[in-house]
């Protein structure tokens, strides 16, 4: 968490907090260390199923916000510019998914699961600084994902039109 509290405005306040409530939330600024790519919670937690059941992805830091059904993945700084054309590139340029850089803040849960709280680490950083999702892989598992989830939802469209022409 020492890396991450690195992120904030005020590191040492931002220490001190997580020193004194291990379970508190403090707010950290995207851009300087990490990025966060943001999408929805049930998408997110395919990929990240998709990501973690492959050795071949580099699975970092993952962030669940379930107020707002929200999972984010942390990966390099500077990649808000190139997170849509990978994206894109992936074939899920319509995924719901954006990359929070510069200017951003994330909401970084402590270290201590609190669980009345509506924040916690997924995957929680390991105190490197290279604790980051490869930005290359999470496009490439965004767009798998987002590829079942059409075939899915397309599949589903033709049962019910085959089941309402009976």
Not at 25 to 42: E, H, K, N, T, Y
Not at 86 to 108: E, F, I, N, Q, R
Not at 134 to 149: F, K, M, P
Request: hydrophobic share 45%; aromatic share 10%; glycine share 14%.
């Amino acid at each position: 968490m020492w890396w991450l509290s690195s992120a904030a405005d005020d590191p040492r306040a931002c220490r001190d907090g997580w020193y004194h409530d291990p379970g508190m939330p403090q707010l950290v600024a995207a851009g300087r260390l990490f990025d966060v790519v943001l999408m929805p919670m049930s998408f997110g937690l395919e990929v990240l199923g998709r990501m973690v059941g492959d050795e071949r992805f580099a699975v970092g830091s993952v962030v669940i916000g379930e107020r707002r059904a929200k999972l984010g993945f942390l990966v390099g700084p500077g990649s808000q510019a190139d997170w849509p054309g990978l994206v894109s590139t992936a074939g899920a340029a319509d995924a719901k998914t954006w990359c929070l850089g510069k200017g951003g803040y994330l909401v970084a849960p402590g270290a201590l699961v609190i669980h009345d709280l509506s924040i916690w680490w997924e995957r929680g950083p390991t105190g490197e600084f290279d604790d980051l999702t490869s930005l290359s892989d999470l496009a490439n598992a965004v767009g798998a994902t987002w590829r079942d989830v059409q075939l899915t939802d397309a599949g589903a469209a033709s049962l019910v039109g085959s089941a309402g022409g009976r």
